[in-house]
C-alpha cells in the first residue's frame, strides 16, 4: 500500500514543478516577444508570467511594450508545444532556471535583453559571481592555445569561473584549462542543452556537466545554425565580468561578444600575437580601439580583482621553467631562444649557428629532459 503512495507523490511533486516551468515556456514562444521585450515585461511585472493573463489595458500600459508582443500574448495558444517541450525537458534531465529564480545569474539579468530563462544541464552556483569570459579562434596556433591554457588554468587558479562557448579551438581549450585546473568553468551553446556541439566534444561536454555547467536559450532539439550564434554571444558577455579574446580574424564571432561586453558595460581584454598573421588582425583590433592588452592572467586581475594580483604573481612565478646545471652551453642557447614562444627548427639552425645535426641532438636531449615540448610542423616551446 505504501509504494502507490510514494509514486503519487512523486508524480504529484513533479506535475507542480512542471506547472511552475510551464508559463516561463510559453513567454519564450510569444509571437513578437522578443528578449528585450521580455525586459520590459519584467521590469513591469513583478511576476512576468502574469503577462500571459493580463488584460489588453494592463499590456499597454508597459512602457515601450509594441504592439506585436501585446498580440502575441493576447492570443498565445502554443500550450501543446509547451506541454511537448516539458515532456522532452523531463526525458533528458534537463532544469529551467526562470529569470525571477535565484539561481539565475544576476549580472545576465541586468542586460538589456536577457532570455525568460536558461535550459541548465550541470549546475549554476554562487561561487560563478567571479566569472571572466574567454574566447577565439576556431583554428587557433600553438601560441593562442598555450596563451589559452596559461591564463584560464590561472584563473581558475584564483576561483575565477570561465565561460565560453565550447566550440573548437580557443573556447575548447578554455574550458579545458579551467576543469583541468579543478575550476569551474560553464559553456553556453549556439544550440540546445542536449545538442552536443562539435561532436568532437562530447568528453569535454560531460567534464563540464560534473564541474560546472552547460547553459542555452534555445528549445530543446535546436541545431546549431549560424543565426542562432551572435545572439548566444551576448550570454557569454552578459554572464561575466570581462571578456578576453585569444586570436581573431577580422570576422570572427569573438568581435561579436567583444562588441557586447563593450554595450554591457564589460571589460575586454585583447591577447596580442604575430604581426600579420591574420588570427592577430582581430585581437590587434580591440587593442587599438581601447581594449586591454593581456599578456599574463595578472593582466586580466589587476583590472578585475586588484586585491588578488600578489596571488596572481605568485602562482606565476614557478611557471619559469628551470635547466638542470648539467646541460652543455649549447642546450643553454637554444633554450633561450624557445622561452619567447613556439620556434620552427629551421629559426634555430638559423639563429643558433649550430649545425643542424648538433640542433636536432640538443633539441630532442631537452625534449627528453621534460624542459621542452614539439609541437606539429617541427617547432618547439619551453614545458611550462
Partial sequence: MTEPLRHSASSLRKTTQQDDVAPWLALGRVPGLGSASFKKLADYFADPTRALSASEAELRAVPGLERPAID?????????DVRAELGKIAAAG????????????ARLRAIADPPP??????QLSGEDEKLIAVVGSRSASAY???ITEDLCGGL?????????GMARGIDGAAHQAALNAGGRTIAVLGSAVDVVYPPEHESLYHRIRAQGAVISELPMGTPPISFNFPARNRLISGLALGVAVVEATEKSGSLITAAFA?????EVFAVPGEAGASRSRGTH???RQGAKLVERVEDIIEEIAPQLAGRAAARQAPLQPVLPANVSAEARKVFEMVLSGPVQIDEVIENSGLSPAKVSEVLLDLEIRGVLKQLPGKRFRAAL
Fill in 72 to 80: 502575441g500574448l493576447r492570443s498565445f495558444a502554443g500550450w501543446d
Fill in 94 to 105: 534537463v532544469s529551467i532556471v526562470p529569470y525571477t529564480a535565484p539561481g539565475y545569474p
Fill in 117 to 122: 530563462f536558461l535550459y541548465a544541464r550541470g
Fill in 144 to 146: 593562442g592555445l598555450r
Fill in 156 to 164: 581558475a587558479s584564483l576561483g575565477f569561473t570561465v565561460v565560453s
Fill in 262 to 266: 563593450l554595450e554591457q558595460g564589460r
Fill in 285 to 287: 583590433r580591440l587593442i
